[in-house]
DNA sequence: GGATCTATCTATAAATC
DNA sequence: TGATTTATAGATAGATC
């Protein structure tokens, strides 16, 4: 995108396609990144490339068990209508529920504020020590609240009308057959994946 | 990317997120896209919105399972840990959640030291009113923005225009950078994590 | 091959419709 | 809201070491 336009064609040059995918891959990632910090959703990519062969994870090992979990789970889900609809479900509550936290940290915000001015301009209490022995106090009721509204949401879950499914795959029959996996499987190389938690 | 450089933290308000979701998510897959298409590799995208039911994936389901197939077949990883049921998946979330929350209203306490501070400068009360604790955490929080300004003056570019002179905390639904930063710390900014399997 | 350096191309934040 | 426009920040092709 630079000095030229790109031909968006398969680039025969083996140094040139090394050189633009290294820098295409990063600026992806940095998109990805971005894309989720600012609108705060899950993502994930995975890739095969024939230039990358060891495992790498980031930020920390655990973080990236847990994904690959769910990555694993996904397949499975094909296999079973419920399954696929309970976790379409899932998603869902996560997302009301963390509308809800939004909600409730706002209204926090907005208590612990006039508390403050309450408090100094009537310069009595002691401000430091007000708010560490609430905290726990303010982040049990979120909990509280969060677990209350999961509860309620499980027991909706029938009355809702299920997403319809993902489309099945064959699984059996075939593995892939695209040039790019066959070089990947001869070389033998493992797919990069990526996500965020 | 334009008419102002981004602020890279959550977006607050729901209409600009979502606005904002869909243009950088197509603009994710059109690169994705033209990775594919000039480095011949095969890679698949997931994002997970809360804007639908299901995941929206490139290129598409039954490629992306395919590729998630691909990778399901990776020895270990997977095997060596358990998987999590899905209440436990929630409360794992919701752990994490509220570990950000107490983040935030630590946070939080330091923007209130620094509005009594802006209160007493008003005239809206006195320094006499304050409690001898009450004044320690005003100068230490004023010192933490002095330096913190510091700080991000020597490391950020010179063209990046200085945020104000000192942060307020915003109770409403405001735009401004400080709230902004704030709940994108403790809320927004997942970590990424890439892998190979 | 990899790190750097620009000149350009592309993506996109805000504004406007 | 969503589509379109516009002005600018960001990504990156090709060159150079």
Redesign the interface.
């Given at each position: 995108m630079t000095r030229k336009k790109?031909n968006?064609?398969?680039?025969m040059n083996d140094s040139a396609?090394r050189a633009?995918?290294k820098k295409?891959?990063k600026?992806?990632?940095k998109?990805?990144?971005?894309?989720?910090?600012?609108?705060?959703?899950?993502?994930?990519?995975?890739?095969?490339?024939?230039y990358?062969?060891?495992?790498?994870?980031?930020?920390?090992n655990s973080?990236?068990?847990?994904?690959?979990?769910q990555?694993?789970?996904?397949?499975e889900m094909?296999q079973s209508k419920k399954m696929v609809n309970?976790e379409?479900f899932?998603?869902?509550?996560?997302?009301k529920?963390?509308?809800q936290?939004?909600k409730l940290?706002?209204e926090?915000?907005?208590k612990?504020?006039t508390e403050?001015?309450h408090q100094?301009?009537a310069?009595?209490g002691?401000?430091?020590?007000l708010?560490l022995h609430e905290?726990d106090g303010?982040?049990d009721q979120?909990?509280k609240d969060?677990?209350s509204r999961?509860e309620s949401l499980k027991k909706g879950k029938a009355v809702v009308a299920p997403?319809?499914p993902?489309?099945q795959?064959n699984?059996g029959s075939s593995s892939?057959n695209?040039?790019?996996?066959m070089m990947?499987r001869s070389l033998g190389k493992?797919?990069?994946?990526?996500?965020?938690?």
């Open positions: 790109v968006l064609a398969f680039i396609r633009t995918y295409r891959k600026g992806l990632m998109k990805m990144d971005e894309l989720s910090t600012l609108c705060g959703i899950d993502a994930c990519a995975i890739m095969y490339s024939p990358e062969a060891q495992p790498e994870v980031w930020p920390n973080d990236a068990q847990r994904v690959l979990q990555f694993k789970r996904m397949p094909q309970q379409s899932i998603k869902q509550r996560i997302a529920v963390n509308e936290l939004k940290i706002k926090n915000r907005g612990e504020m403050v001015m100094c301009l310069g009595n002691t401000i430091a020590n708010t905290l303010v982040v979120t909990m969060i677990e999961i997403p319809p993902l489309p795959v699984v892939s695209t040039a790019n996996d990947a493992r797919p990069m994946v990526w996500s965020w938690v």
